[in-house]
């Protein structure tokens, strides 16, 4: 894996591209002189969880025939307040539609979370990650 990042704006907006030229955007809190312009670091680090878990429960279930037309993962992180000030909880929420098998996508999440995703095997595993799963309401 080959990543290239540029800083495009100052102070601190900076964009990331890989190998095939896409492209994420990132910059600081307006707290310290960020723009806005673009997702801070720890929250692509948290979005990244959530993304690989996803790619993996969907190949999971697709394979058990289930029927995902819905899909939605709510994340609430919470860091230390501290510097540095790493996630202590990560709680992921996935929501599926009525017809997947709530068993089979508990399942599939845990499968993914203990076994599959790269991302989980890399974080530090002081960090407290909650996994909950729902039907869509």
Do not use: W
Not at 50 to 72: N, P, W
């Amino acid at each position: 894996m080959k990543l290239e990042l540029k800083l495009t704006e100052s102070p601190f907006v900076l964009e990331v591209k890989n190998e095939s030229g896409i492209s994420l955007k990132m910059d600081a809190t307006e707290k310290i002189g960020g723009k806005n312009k673009g997702m801070r670091p720890m929250e692509v680090l948290a979005s990244s969880l959530a993304g690989c878990m996803s790619i993996d429960i969907l190949l999971i279930l697709q394979k058990q025939r289930q029927i995902v037309s819905f899909y939605e993962v709510n994340i609430d992180a919470n860091r230390k307040d501290d510097v540095p000030s790493p996630f202590e909880t990560i709680h992921l929420v996935f929501t599926f539609n009525q017809e997947v098998d709530i068993e089979k996508a508990n399942a599939a999440i845990q499968l993914s979370y203990e076994k599959y995703c790269s991302v989980s095997a890399s974080l530090n595993p002081a960090i407290n990650i909650q996994l909950e799963v729902r039907h869509q309401s």
